[in-house]
């Protein structure tokens, strides 16, 4: 039988990420190529070194939707192997269970999670069956699958967890781990739960399972409180977290895994105190610097923009564009943009610019401005900006200005070494 590292780095108080951007982001309306599921894949285990397959589980998709589907999640399984812990994601049914064995079977670290319904409403619906009767028959499908291959994991999803009883979830939970299930998800399939009542979920639900069960979070945004959600499982001792890159997922999505991570992996000491448990969040520390790339690869290939607000990875971070925060970017940021991210800080011209913004973005395109020049500069950005009705004035059209002035004599070439032109400190003075 081959170790499950997924529940050990669980229960020795390690951070795992379940990655559903391939999966529950389908639902999302975008598809992932096979090729790319790969790649994502295998980045995101490179987060972690040789250790991705003890942090990351990455859900390669739904093998029941079709061939294709098949198809997609058999290749990731085979050529992501030992990047990530690979998932195939199937409804409680014995024909589907076996078809997502087969679609991960003979690799390294394999896993399947089987979606059970936990509430009552969501059992009549998925199942025409009391809750009750539907979490009785995901005993014997866990056995089954295990009897198909002991080598892949299996873990249960409970739908509809957050409207489903607690007792009832805690004592089929204490089943299915024993009948050989590795961890046991507790979804808010709906998005529906406000962050002490996630708490009480995961809390009520493990003292109640025993020790022996790892729960798993798979929580949805539908009121914005996904990612507060996840952190109040994480409180609550809960170490397998669902997240998805961008935050893809049904409707509202879940957990943006780059700002999951970046929480998590930023500031050690503080991640320490929402943990709460004095072990290290991971065996080997994150790399941050590859989460701005990342985005951007899941972006382009799924057409979901990254904009100037999104958190940790967006076109706003690193910048400024005011007064204030150019002389003291340090208090105007909760963290370093550069230091943890890779992200070099950049000055961007608004309407909003002061004159030591314009000076220190002409210096940055080769041009030195004494104040008459730099204030002609400023009321030119402003008239532009409101010209066009656009916020931020491109560096080409202002370097279209500058070039006017240089051709009149106004304007002279700046001597300032390369490194004035293009930090905020450099061109401060």
């Not at 390294?108 to 319904?117: E, K, L």
Request: glycine share 8%.
């Amino acid at each position: 039988m081959e170790q499950d590292v997924v529940r050990e780095s669980a229960r020795a108080g390690r951070v795992v990420l379940w990655e559903e951007s391939a999966r529950d982001g389908a639902q999302a309306k975008t598809l992932m190529s096979p090729a790319f599921r790969v790649r994502l894949a295998r980045e995101q285990g490179r987060i972690f070194g040789a250790d991705g397959p003890r942090h990351v589980v990455f859900a390669a998709g739904f093998p029941a939707v079709c061939a294709e589907e098949f198809e997609a999640v058999r290749r990731v399984a085979v050529e992501a192997e030992g990047a990530v812990s690979v998932a195939a994601v199937c409804r409680g049914r014995a024909a589907d269970v076996r078809q997502a064995v087969a679609s991960v079977r003979g690799t390294a670290r394999a896993r399947i999670m089987v979606v059970v319904p936990a509430s009552e409403a969501m059992a009549r619906t998925m199942t025409h069956r009391p809750a009750r009767t539907a979490l009785e028959s995901a005993a014997a499908l866990v056995g089954d699958a295990r009897a198909l291959d002991e080598r892949v994991a299996v873990d249960v999803c409970l739908a509809d967890a957050s409207r489903a009883d607690h007792g009832l979830m805690a004592a089929h939970a204490a089943a299915l781990t024993a009948a050989g299930a590795g961890t046991i998800v507790l979804a808010d399939t709906v998005g529906v739960q406000l962050p002490f009542e996630a708490a009480a979920l995961f809390t009520r639900v493990q003292a109640a399972a025993g020790p022996e069960v790892v729960l798993a979070s798979h929580l949805h945004n539908d009121l914005g409180l996904g990612l507060a959600n996840t952190l109040e499982a994480l409180r609550s001792g809960v170490r397998v977290v669902s997240s998805s890159w961008l935050g893809l997922a049904e409707r509202s999505g879940m957990a943006a895994t780059e700002q999951l991570l970046f929480l998590l992996g930023h500031d050690p000491a503080r991640a320490a105190d929402l943990l709460a448990t004095g072990a290290p969040a991971w065996w080997t520390a994150p790399d941050l610097t590859a989460l701005p790339r990342i985005a951007r690869l899941v972006a382009d290939e799924t057409g979901v923009p990254l904009t100037v607000t999104t958190p940790v990875v967006g076109s706003g971070v690193g910048t400024i564009s005011t007064g204030t925060p150019f002389v003291h970017p340090e208090l105007f940021q909760p963290f370093d943009p550069e230091r943890l991210l890779g992200i070099a800080p950049r000055v961007v011209l608004t309407h909003l610019a002061s004159t030591r913004v314009v000076r220190a973005v002409a210096a940055r395109l080769g041009h030195e401005l004494d104040p008459d020049q730099a204030a002609a500069a400023t009321a030119w950005t402003k008239r532009q900006a409101y010209r066009t009705g656009r916020a931020v004035v491109e560096d080409t059209a202002f370097a279209a200005y500058l070039d006017g002035l240089r051709a009149t004599g106004t304007v002279h070439a700046s001597e300032a070494p390369d490194d004035a032109r293009t930090s905020p400190a450099g061109a401060s003075a």
